[in-house]
């Protein structure tokens, strides 16, 4: 029977060649424009969440042990003037769920927005479920929104018992503009002077670059870059539209992006995600695989005929099996691209989990001029 099997990988990088990065090549930069790489500091999504009841099911709902769903139908019910005691409720066609949505900034009274629905207990599936008219909170405990509609699953689920077919996730659905937006939450620009962008990448050179470009569309230094991510515009007339006319005016300049070199990497899964300007020193790769395999098979050792005070026992048979491929080796030049080092990769066989653990490697031995990220 084989008990173990154990996967190692040699993986060493080679410190006689490694140096430092001076002839990498000189990253030129994107365009894009102002609106794509910032927000406005203050105008932004507003999470909302709520508890609900989802009813309609087709005895797919919430089990009679989920007791909460009993409390909140008979709390329910007594609301509406009916008195049932909650021990005598069955809540097979019903499920109690947790509702989420996003209020998106300068949300006014009457705006539909879409709603999550996802189940909080045992229900089976929410499939030609309602949902009853449920508040949405957002953090100070105040009720922004309430949603109530049909839900829409984007799947099925067919057969029962041992034979049955499930497609996508029964146990979360959507209600498409289900919330209505109950309460003002739009910020007043009016009376700004000021305005901060926010760079959505942090990144000093592109936070001089937008404000460069302002200063040069407005004819006038009205704007600053405080540090990497922020960059004030001063000098706003405080008037009605004043703020939506420059950034319709700003909003499309063109400025110069250089993304940060940057290697992402999910041992989870064996993904590897490398931007164009990763470049690598000068570096050698000794790349190989070691396999152990321990199977154990068992014998019947019996005592021979007629024999006295001999006993039947099992003898385990343990084999151990080891092989070792032989190592090979790639050689990487000063400056060596992205495309480059995978060619190498793929040459060597290495597999995707291969290179995450040789791109750590790398990065240990400093010849990887990029940062490394892990999920």
């Given amino acids: ?42 105008v932004r999504d507003n999470p909302l969440v709520g508890y609900g009841v989802v009813v309609g099911l087709n005895r797919t709902g919430d089990s009679q042990q989920t007791v909460f769903s009993t409390q909140t139908l008979a709390n329910l019910l007594q609301r509406m003037g009916v008195q049932v005691p909650a021990t005598s409720i069955r809540v097979n066609n019903m499920a109690a769920v947790f509702v989420t949505a996003e209020l998106p900034p300068f949300a006014r009274p009457g705006m539909t927005i879409d709603v999550t629905v996802s189940s909080a207990g045992d229900a089976k599936s929410l499939a030609g479920g309602l949902l009853l ?85 407005m004819g006038k230094e009205v704007a600053r870059a405080v540090d990497s991510r922020r960059v004030v515009v001063l000098g706003i007339t405080a008037t009605v539209g004043a703020v939506p006319e420059l950034m319709a005016r700003i909003g499309s300049l063109p400025v110069s992006v250089h993304p940060p070199a940057k290697v992402v990497i999910n041992e989870r899964t064996g993904t590897v995600v490398m931007g164009s300007t990763v470049t690598l020193s000068a570096c050698s790769i000794l790349h190989g695989n070691l396999a152990i395999q321990i199977s ?11 024999s006295s005070g001999g006993t039947t026992e099992v003898v385990p048979q343990v084999q151990v099996q080891a092989s070792d491929t032989p190592a090979q080796l790639i050689q990487l030049k000063e400056g060596a691209t992205v495309e480059e080092l995978v060619r190498g990769l793929q040459t060597l066989g290495a597999g995707a989990r291969d290179i995450v653990s040789i791109l750590q490697a790398i990065k240990a031995a400093g010849a990887l001029e990029a940062e490394l990220e892990v999920l």
Avoid: W
């Avoid at 990448?201 to 569309?217: G, L, T, Y």
């Avoid at 154990?296 to 007629?306: I, K, W």
């Fill in 296 to 306: 154990t098979t068992y014998q019947v050792s019996q005592p021979t005929a007629f």
């Fill in 133 to 217: 008219m449920t508040p949405l909170k957002a953090a100070d405990g105040t009720v922004y929104a309430v949603a109530q509609g049909a839900l829409t699953l984007g799947g099925y689920s067919a057969g029962g018992g041992g034979n049955s077919k499930t497609v996508n996730h029964l146990t979360v659905g959507r209600v498409p503009a289900g919330g209505i937006v109950e309460r003002d939450t739009a910020l007043d620009l009016s009376s700004m002077t000021r305005l901060s962008l926010l760079l959505r990448d942090p990144d000093f050179s592109a936070a001089r670059d937008v404000a460069a470009a302002i200063n040069k569309e």
């Fill in 1 to 42: 029977m084989l008990r173990t099997l154990i996967s190692g990988l040699l993986a060493f990088a080679t410190l006689a060649a490694c140096a430092s990065g001076a002839g990498a090549a000189v990253d030129s930069g994107r365009g894009a424009q102002i609106k794509d790489i910032t927000t406005i500091e203050g």
